[in-house]
């Protein structure tokens, strides 16, 4: 589990580096970011994992979000991984943008070619976050998720999937009902197999009809103007009325205006940092 620094960029006091490590999950070398916040120069601090969408890398959400200024306030550290295995020289994983790389969508593959090394469940949930508690400054027992897009359908699963092993969880356009739109039948036929019963173990709306209740505040923010929720690839109505019905408590906040990139991200992550800031620092 050796890391390799590949680089080291001090920002608001604090350090965002980013390091390549062999993945035993997926079976190749993987880069992942990490922000250090200075309060992580004197002891362990809060761990905040972040999940990209589609076509993004570890360096997407570091570069563009503007995360930096927040988390240093609230001394969080902040994990960014990639979204897919890379290099695994599996045929087809390159002829298109919504499936193989950049798009691993958070799911443990059961088909051939993608079983051996399309594991990013397994992942994001176990081996990164025990490579973060051994190498880094963090409370393992204090650890939240949150994602765009593709990342936040995998951060709504892996709360959901995990009742208590994360204290809170946010989305932004979050793919909230996969089995139901282009994106997700696409991904899950191929990683997961022709039979859609087999799919709802990874989708945000059927997870929360059998979530057993373990306290979770979950915030999405959702622009209004944005592409792909008219389209049919988002359909947060689907997981507010499965939330409404479980009396599970969700903030849905659609944002006149915004779209569905990285500007839009910018102009409410810091209400995202502060959400996960209350649990993770009570």
């Not at 001090?10 to 880069?31: A, D, R, T, Y």
């Not at 958070?106 to 397994?122: C, F, G, H, L, Q």
């Amino acid at each position: 589990m050796a890391l390799k620094q590949i680089s080291s960029n001090k920002c608001f006091g604090g350090l965002q580096k980013v390091f390549e490590h062999h993945s035993v999950e997926l079976n190749c070398k993987m880069k992942f970011a990490v922000y250090l916040p200075p309060k992580a120069e004197t002891g362990k601090c809060p761990a905040l994992y972040w999940l990209s969408g589609l076509t993004c890398t570890e360096q997407t959400f570091i570069t563009k979000s503007g995360y930096h200024q927040a988390a240093s306030e609230h001394g969080l550290v902040v994990i960014a991984p990639d979204t897919s295995p890379r290099g695994c020289n599996i045929k087809g994983e390159d002829e298109s943008w919504d499936f193989g790389t950049g798009a691993g969508f958070y799911v443990d593959a059961t088909e051939d070619p993608w079983k051996t090394n399309y594991r990013m469940y397994s992942y994001v949930t176990e081996e990164l976050p025990q490579l973060i508690n051994v190498n880094f400054p963090v409370d393992p027992q204090r650890m939240s998720i949150f994602g765009h897009s593709m990342g936040g359908h995998g951060a709504l699963i892996c709360a959901l999937k995990n009742p208590g092993k994360y204290k809170s969880v946010s989305a932004f356009a979050p793919i909230c009902n996969p089995v139901l739109c282009p994106w997700g039948k696409k991904a899950f036929g191929g990683y997961l197999g022709t039979d859609p019963n087999k799919w709802k173990a990874y989708d945000a709306t059927h997870l929360v009809k059998s979530y057993p209740g373990s306290q979770l505040d979950i915030l999405i923010d959702q622009g209004k103007d944005d592409q792909f929720l008219s389209d049919g690839q988002l359909l947060p109505d689907n997981f507010i009325a499965a939330c409404t019905e479980k009396k599970i408590p969700v903030v849905f906040r659609l944002q006149e205006g915004y779209d569905h990139s990285y500007y839009f991200i910018a102009s409410f992550i810091t209400d995202h940092i502060r959400h996960h800031a209350k649990y993770l620092n009570a």
